[in-house]
């Protein structure tokens, strides 16, 4: 493990959905660590100018524009080191009961469209024989939540996704980290789209337990932390991180305890 900055390490770095959340504390600690970053928003006012950041419009929902995009700003870096596959949003309602459009855009643009992006940041890794790698998952493909169903497919795929290239650039100098934030501080669930006439039994019970989990969760730089650490190992691997419960104690209980425990948990947390 590196006890250097970052930058001893990584030159640049691309992150999608920079301009808030976990992107937001991802980008500030690059930046913190002289490492130069291109960062991404739907909308670039929402990103900050500041020495050594590049801001740059991408709409995810677009996968060929998307690619274009990330590779003349790959051009312009002169390749990156690491890549940050962040951007993406939530949905919440009954899965049976809204229209599937809504959970098809979630496919797309966070599963479909996010592996576009790594294949083609690996390939330019893998020719340079350095890089890492990292596509955010979450907590949520282990954990799946209630009335979030696409969400929580999505982060399970893309954890199968990160499993699977992490046994292809073994011995290439390429990483590839799997970042699982648990609930963080980010408002997100300000932003969740809810769909009208998605309801379900129990909904409202599930959305204000949910609220309250992501309101007391810690703050996003805790997140960034844990990822440099990651990065700074050097290897790839799996980060869980977030509250205790969520980071340590959930996943030894899903390890090692029988699934109809983990469902009677999570029943009992969200009214269910």
Known sequence: MSNGPLSSRYRTAF???AGTGLGLAFTEMLLAEGVEVWGTSRDAARLTIQPRFHA??????????AERIFVE??????????VINNAGF???GSFA???FAVWEEQFRVMLVNTA???QVALRGMLARK???LVNISSIAGEFGMPYQAAYNSVKAGLSALNESLMYEVKGTGVIVIDCRPGDYRTNFEGSVRRPPGATGPGQERAWKSFTAMMQSGPAPAHAA?????ALLRGRSGTVRTGRFFQAVLGPFLARFGSLSLKRTIQEKYFGL
Request: charged content about 25%; cysteine-free; aromatic content about 4%.
């Open 15 to 17: 992150v999608t959905g």
């Open 56 to 65: 740059v419009t991408l709409e995810l929902a677009d996968g060929a524009a």
């Open 73 to 82: 700003a790959e051009q312009a870096a002169g390749g990156f080191d690491v």
């Open 90 to 92: 939530g949905a919440f």
């Open 97 to 99: 009961h809204t229209d």
């Open 116 to 118: 576009r992006l790594s």
């Open 130 to 132: 350095r890089g890492a």
């Open 225 to 229: 932390e844990s990822l440099k650490r």
